[in-house]
């Protein structure tokens, strides 16, 4: 996985970290490259090797409990149906590249994501979080999903959620996490993974070196220099977006998913 340090995605970072009375928001737009490197290839190769023994682990205990064709059904459509190998091993890839001091592939497991079906009702909830924070999308984010729709081509995008069993599996499952709300928009087609993430921290516990992912890795701070205030105003320019605003969306052809 490579990180596409996309000039044009900064001002959505810097607006998804804020403070609230009751929390900390931390959060942001990622987008990554699948296209495999060396080391890529062998964690899809473990990851792949994972799921089989999993899967294998799993028939042999629950045929225990069930009959043997049922419940061989029913890991199947979670191990090979609901997720593919190959994409759990793009999103495990993806959260490892973002979180460079936390190995995910051996804590987490395909029922930890699920697929979402319709992008409306998933640009809905993100933006009903944001506004019940305090933030208008249509106002401080006006074009927001028309920038992520440029580079990722969301009608055309697989869309996961992430909600792992045990938070204690998540590097932000320690004291303090309150909520979270992340999304990832796979684009076959185009190679991509985009990773959309919200997460609320409390008052009392965040840190002020808590600046978001790009300030805790250090990926993007460099390119965050690079853009003077006259790019990030073109970049802004409030104009309505194809995908609608805080008070409801139109109709749009291909976007049920």
Not at 162 to 169: A, F, G, R
Not at 202 to 223: D, I, K
Request: one cysteine or more; glycine letters at 6%; a negative charge.
């Amino acid at each position: 996985m490579k990180f596409l340090p996309l000039r044009k995605l900064d001002p959505i970072n810097r607006a998804l970290v804020f403070d609230t009375p009751d929390c900390r928001i931390v959060g942001g737009c990622e987008i990554y490259t699948t296209k495999a490197a060396g080391s890529d290839k062998k964690l899809y190769k473990s990851i792949s090797n994972t799921l089989t023994s999993r899967y294998e682990t799993d028939l042999r205990l629950s045929e225990e409990l069930s009959p043997p064709s049922k419940i061989k059904m029913q890991s199947k459509a979670v191990y090979q149906t609901l997720h593919s190998p190959k994409t759990f091993a793009y999103l495990i890839a993806t959260l490892n590249a973002s979180h460079p001091d936390y190995d995910f592939s051996s804590v987490l497991r395909p029922t930890d994501f699920r697929r979402e079906r319709n992008l409306r009702t998933v640009i809905n909830t993100f933006n009903t979080t944001l506004f019940n924070l305090g933030v208008s999308v249509s106002k401080s984010l006006p074009r927001m999903w028309d920038t992520i729709d440029s580079e990722m081509d969301l009608t055309h995008c697989n869309i996961y959620s992430y909600s792992p069993d045990d938070v204690s599996d998540d590097p932000y499952g320690e004291e303090g996490l309150i909520w979270s709300s992340i999304y990832f928009f796979f684009n076959k087609h185009k190679k991509r993974v985009c990773y959309l993430y919200l997460r609320g921290i409390s008052a009392l516990s965040h840190s002020p070196v808590e600046t978001g992912v790009w300030g805790l890795n250090g990926v993007r701070n460099a390119y965050d220099k690079a853009m003077d205030s006259s790019d990030e105003d073109d970049m802004w320019v409030e104009s309505k977006s194809i995908w609608g605003d805080d008070a409801g969306y139109e109709e749009i052809e291909g976007m049920d998913m």
